[in-house]
């Protein structure tokens, strides 16, 4: 009699493992289109442009893209795609008729250090969120920069004048437009002035706006542009995760949870004690810059602790409301003094939340 077979033992192939959903703060290019289209549109306005210091963000979005991609390529991602956004950093770093531009060279030299030292932070601290990453990154690159700049033929000096010398140039060509489009419509000009005799001083006044301006860019630059650049990264790794599939490390957060390291504070202490001191006279720009980057951190910090209690979008409408004020003549005043207590507002609550933690607190007393 024969015996039953035995049940098989094969099993059956196993699936390939499933892609991991999109974190939900990654799902979606709305906000981020239009954080972009902010990032990229802002630095073309006069004033602004008088202020930052690199008034082509593509050259600091695109390199640092490129960086993700490269890192993501890696931990497993397409080749295709880091390989695009090479070919395309590349492209943008050395493409256009002032390639011997001293200004360009050093925007050109900074965006290419900070993606390199971002990629390298992000290949080897796997761990970190991205705030870590971005500060570490922007260590790195400003050590860089001052050891180049020690033993480089280009001085600190040398940067201060070319920076100098190039907000001048972009207030002139500013000028310049303003000037060719009154003297396009002289006809239209006097009318307008005639109805409006306020109008006729608006030349003038803008050039003495654009100059002030100016100053403050000059000897501001360094924390200027490393907040732009700090903007520029974050905006390359929400794009990047929107692309690619293979992860750098955690999903950027929203607003209302950002947060940072509370011995950051030392920033604003330093930057306090070279101002107020008689004997660091000299340092006073350092603690200038200190205090203006630190100040920002502490309001975006600030700007989180507003999001979480406010209802959500309060905040976007209210700030979607304001820059649209101000490109009108009499509200601009308005919206202007807005955004500076605003502003105040949040410095004051995000340095508060060093200490009050006034998110945990709300937590603690939901019931």
Not at 33 to 58: E, G, K, N, S
Not at 204 to 219: H, N, S, V
Request: a positive charge; one cysteine or more.
């Amino acid at each position: 009699m024969t015996e039953p077979a035995a049940p098989s033992t094969v099993q059956p192939p196993a699936a390939a493992p499933a892609t991991p959903p999109a974190p939900a703060s990654e799902r979606g290019w709305g906000k981020l289109v239009l954080a972009l289209a902010v990032f990229l549109i802002l630095p073309t306005l006069p004033q602004f442009r008088a202020l930052v210091p690199v008034d082509q963000p593509m050259l600091l979005f695109v390199p640092a893209l490129a960086a993700c991609a490269v890192v993501g390529w890696w931990a497993g991602g397409r080749v295709l795609l880091a390989l695009a956004w090479v070919a395309l950093a590349v492209w943008v770093a050395f493409a256009g008729p002032s390639t011997r531009d001293a200004f360009q060279n050093l925007a050109r030299g900074w965006s290419l250090v900070l993606a390199g030292a971002f990629g390298l932070v992000c290949l080897f601290g796997p761990r970190r969120t991205f705030f870590p990453r971005a500060l570490l990154a922007l260590v790195v690159s400003l050590g860089l920069s001052l050891m180049m700049s020690v033993v480089g033929p280009v001085t600190g000096e040398q940067i201060s004048r070319t920076v100098r010398e190039e907000l001048t140039r972009r207030n002139a060509e500013t000028m310049r437009t303003l000037n060719d489009f009154i003297g396009q419509y002289p006809k239209q000009w006097n009318d307008l002035v005639e109805r409006v005799p306020r109008i006729g001083q608006l030349p003038a006044e803008t050039e003495r706006q654009l100059g002030t301006i100016a100053r403050a860019g000059q000897a501001l630059y360094p924390s200027l542009l490393a907040l732009e650049s700090i903007v520029a990264l974050a905006l390359a790794w929400s794009v990047y995760h929107r692309l690619a599939r293979a992860r750098l490390g955690p999903p950027l957060g929203l607003l209302k949870d950002f947060r940072f390291n509370d011995q950051l504070v030392w920033g604003l202490i330093v930057g306090l004690t070279i101002i107020f001191l008689p004997t660091l006279a000299s340092a006073r720009i350092v603690g200038r810059n200190l205090l203006v980057f630190f100040a920002a951190l502490y309001a975006v910090r600030g700007l989180g602790v507003l999001s979480w209690f406010l209802a959500p979008g309060a905040l976007a409408i209210s700030a979607t409301v304001g820059f649209a004020m101000l490109f009108w003549p009499v509200l601009n005043a308005i919206a202007a003094l807005g955004f500076m207590f605003l502003g105040i507002a949040a410095f004051g609550l995000g340095l508060g939340d060093t200490w009050a933690d006034w998110r945990s607190r709300a937590r603690s007393s939901t019931p």
